[in-house]
């Protein structure tokens, strides 16, 4: 109460800082803002089918990102730490259901085991079981690679713990390169399923018919596009599930909030850490076989970039916030596909690291960041 | 036969650590002389290995000289990175894009320049110098309001520089006529392409790409310094990024044919001997320990042990992170220059971002703030990495490159596990060495008093 009053009566308001020259700069923010919207606008009406093709080529991208993205962000909430080591676990998420599909065919394991049983459960079940495979692998590899190379430098200078990710990055990659691992080259990537087509048109939603192109005026969609987009969403849902209302995920918000005191509250820091690295290796596994499924071409360095910009997405809708990197990867994925479509391909990285100047700049916590105070 | 050559790596880093202590230990030399001849020693001692015959084969072989050459272009990347990071505290991933820039800078400069085009060196000329000028004179302009947006501010400098180009490129187009004749051709040298001329133009490629390099560096610190550190960090990635996919597309985004876009540029004349290799060296290091040890150096300091307490003295912290960063820029462009005149061919690959992980590896390792460090981990990395690519080249043949990165890494885990702080700590050598200053010379100084006490 007291110190209130003293500073009312004072009366030593800090009078509002109007910065000069502040014009200037919402001109060059308008007028970058009206040449993104000419861009976006003129090939809207000039082209909608192709711009409508183009958001659903992003949207698929951008649900890929998101899966990523969710590692990246959980795990710089509570260790600050970049894990440039994620996109390549997302890549052996890949090649394991690669191995899975194409050496041991477990995505039919169901009908060896069941003959009778119906081709589309078949598929299905196969295919889940290929993914929580990967997934399962993608999470033992990552908490390996949490104790062996982040553990023991958590009191060191955050710089080292930072170059070791970059160490195990360039492990998993070139190891990954060796012949007898996985290879260097390029593979093709066998879906356990079969791909199917739809396009929309004015008279509704029609099936492709293999070998028949659709009409002109129509968009198409796959399969693929709406898995992806199913599972992307109910792993948001499940994870805010898990960080709203279980005890790890109070645990969790906890320890990303003050470690030490955390600690104090009877939290197993370690093992909380431990589980975040989990969950978000298992998702990206998740994303490494949509990816691999969507796009049907895998490598060792598959994951560096898909990797960096779903860490871009992570810092674009705020780090730390599990819907903010959703809605952060979803625009990282519009963008990159609309640029590739309507600017020209070589400029997406471009683009997409310019708006994430441009956010940073406006809002310097990311759109659903909480503005956090440097220094008390 | 891998033991010879593991041995001979090991010998040969240890004679280069060497080498590089003498080197220091001269230039921190009180007496006048002793620098100058200690340098001139310095510079003979690798002349005469790589001049001297004996058997048939120089005493360094192309091998080992090439390597030299590298390093000493990587010491003067590294070294920019440690002023930025070591001493200013910026997490900065864009030094290899800076490296890349004033490689790709210089090197069109004298590929157009020997084949009878003289816009390379004045467009890159003119736009450097004016382009200085017409920064540096908005950024004392605009310190006058206090407190501008960082985004007016950028609109500013994005407009000058925009204005600067075209008048660097109407002002070469208009001048061009008149010097190309004295150019000739690639077939015909003309007056101007040949002996000193050249070497007087290498000299000023090398040094406008660096001031060209530290030109970009201010334009993207304006807005990306005043982010967080690690945003900060994973923006200057996004640009190593931005700027390889130009170097891949720089003949069909860029308007630059002669750089052949991702197929690589070729013919450039190899122009860099070991005497400009080691004269942009020694004055990288010359430039930067003076800096570290002048109170502009402490000025960098203050703000990476603490911008609330530096600002608190009344230092400007946007302005000293922003010098840091343009400096550190400026020295890898030098680098850059040195390296694509040396090798001759620039492949977008070499400036792909994963390799723009490797001055930040050298730094850490070498020591945060430690510029001994830096130089000698530059030196004692290239060799290592070789060393251990021509001894797995014995043993696994065609896959020894990427056996290299597998055993490379667990190398950089095990020094970090062991050694979080770096190699060197914070030791320096001779030159390097915080100049000390006598107690009794301060004190024997008048005081100035101020008047009217």
Redesign the interface.
């Known amino acids: 109460m007291q110190p209130a009053t003293v500073s009312q009566s004072t009366g030593t308001e800090f009078r509002k800082h109007n910065p000069p020259l502040k014009w200037v700069g919402q001109v060059f923010l308008a007028a970058v803002a009206l040449v993104a919207i000419y861009i976006l606008g003129r090939n809207l009406i000039l082209g909608p089918r192709i711009f409508a093709q183009f958001v659903i080529s992003g949207l698929q991208l951008g649900f890929v990102y998101a899966l990523i993205a969710l590692g990246y962000t959980m795990v710089y909430g509570i260790v600050k730490l970049i894990n440039f080591a994620h996109g390549d676990v997302f890549m052996v998420g890949a090649f394991t259901s690669y191995y899975l599909v194409e050496r041991f065919s477990l995505h039919v394991w169901p009908a060896a085991v069941f003959p009778t049983m119906n081709d589309t459960l078949v598929v299905v079940i196969g295919t889940i079981s290929v993914i929580i495979f990967a997934m399962l692998i993608c999470v033992l590899l990552a908490v390996t690679i949490e104790r062996v190379a982040y553990k023991p430098l958590r009191d060191a200078p955050r710089i080292a713990a930072l170059i070791t990710a970059i160490g195990v990055s360039f492990f998993l990659e070139y190891y990954g390169a060796l012949n007898f691992v996985y290879t260097p080259r390029f593979i093709p990537f066998m879906r356990p399923f079969e791909v199917a087509a739809w396009y929309i048109d004015p008279s509704g939603i029609h099936n492709i018919v293999q070998g028949t192109a659709p009409p002109d005026n129509a968009v198409t969609f796959s399969n693929i596009l709406i898995i992806i987009m199913i599972t992307s969403i109910l792993v948001q849902i499940f994870l805010q599930f898990l960080v709203r209302r279980t005890k790890m995920g109070i645990a969790m918000r906890a320890v990303s909030f003050d470690k030490p005191t955390a600690r104090l509250m009877g939290i197993n820091v370690d093992q909380v850490i431990s589980f975040t690295f989990a969950i978000g290796a298992a998702f990206a596994g998740l994303g490494g076989v949509l990816y691999a499924i969507a796009y049907s071409s895998i490598n060792t360095q598959m994951g560096i970039l898909p990797g960096l910009k779903a860490f871009v997405a992570a810092v674009l809708g705020g780090i730390g916030s599990i819907p903010g990197a959703f809605v952060g990867a979803l625009i990282m994925g519009q963008a990159e596909a609309l640029t590739m479509g309507l600017i020209s391909t070589p400029m997406r990285d471009a683009v997409a690291f310019t708006i994430l100047i441009f956010v940073l700049l406006i809002r310097p916590t990311g759109i659903f960041g909480e503005p956090e105070n440097e220094k008390a | 036969m891998e033991l010879g050559f593991l041995v001979g790596s090991i010998v040969k880093i240890g004679a280069i650590l060497a080498y590089l202590y003498g080197l220091l230990w001269v230039l921190g030399h009180k007496k006048w002389w002793v620098k100058i001849v200690g340098i001139a020693a310095a510079f003979t001692v690798i002349q005469l290995g790589l001049t001297v015959v004996i058997g048939g084969n120089t005493l360094l072989n192309d091998f080992d000289s090439g390597l030299l050459f590298q390093a000493a272009s990587m010491t003067m990347v590294a070294l920019g990175l440690n002023l930025i990071y070591g001493f200013n505290g910026q ?1 900065s991933l864009g030094q290899w894009g800076f490296y890349g820039i004033g490689a790709y800078a210089a090197a069109d400069v004298t590929f157009r320049w020997t084949h009878g085009d003289s816009r390379g060196l004045i467009v890159l000329g003119v736009g450097a110098i004016l382009g200085g000028l017409v920064l540096l004179g908005i950024n004392k302009w ?1 310190s006058r ?12 400098y ?1 407009v000058g520089s925009i204005l600067v180009g075209i008048v660097a490129v109407g002002i070469g187009n208009a001048v061009d006529p008149s010097i190309a004749p004295l150019l000739g051709s690639q077939a015909e040298p003309g007056p101007l392409t040949q002996g000193a001329w050249m070497q007087i133009v290498y000299f000023l490629a090398v040094i406008f790409a660096g001031v060209f390099a530290a030109e970009i560096s201010f334009l993207l610190g304006i ?2 310094l ?3 550190s ?2 900060f ?3 200057t ?3 190593t ?2 700027v390889n ?2 170097m ?2 720089s003949d ?2 860029l308007p630059f044919p002669e750089m052949k876009g991702g197929r690589g540029m070729i013919g450039i004349p190899k122009l860099t001997t070991w005497f400009w290799a080691f004269f942009f060296m020694v004055l990288v290091i010359i430039i930067m320990r003076n800096i570290i040890h002048s109170s502009t150096g402490r000025t960098i300091l203050s703000v990476r042990e603490d ?2 307490a530096a600002k608190a003295m009344g230092i400007d912290i946007a302005n000293t992170k922003l010098l840091a960063f343009v400096i550190g820029s400026l020295f890898a462009g030098i680098g850059g220059g040195v390296y694509a005149h040396y090798i001759g061919f620039l492949s977008p690959k070499t400036f792909d971002f ?1 390799p723009g ?1 490797n001055p ?2 050298i730094v ?1 390792f070498g020591g ?1 703030g430690s510029m001994t460090g830096t130089i000698a981990a530059s030196f004692a990395w290239i060799f290592f990495l070789e060393g251990m690519l021509r001894v797995l080249l014995s043993q696994f043949g065609t ?1 020894a490159p ?2 290299r ?2 055993l ?3 190398a ?2 095990l020094l ?2 062991l050694k ?2 770096g190699l060197l700590g914070k030791v320096e050598w001779g030159f390097l060495k915080a100049p000390i200053v006598k107690a009794r010379e301060i004190f024997s100084k008048p005081v100035e008093t101020t008047s009217g006490q």
């Open positions: 997490f605009l309001y206090r407190g501008v947006p960082v985004m007016s501010a950028f609109a500013f994005l807005p990306v005043s982010l967080g690690d945003y960090g994973i923006a990635l996004g640009f990024i931005v996919t130009l891949v597309n069909t985004i911008e609330t994963l992980f930040m590896i850490v945060l896959d990427t056996w990165f597998v490379y890494p667990i950089i885990l970090m596990l979080p702080q």
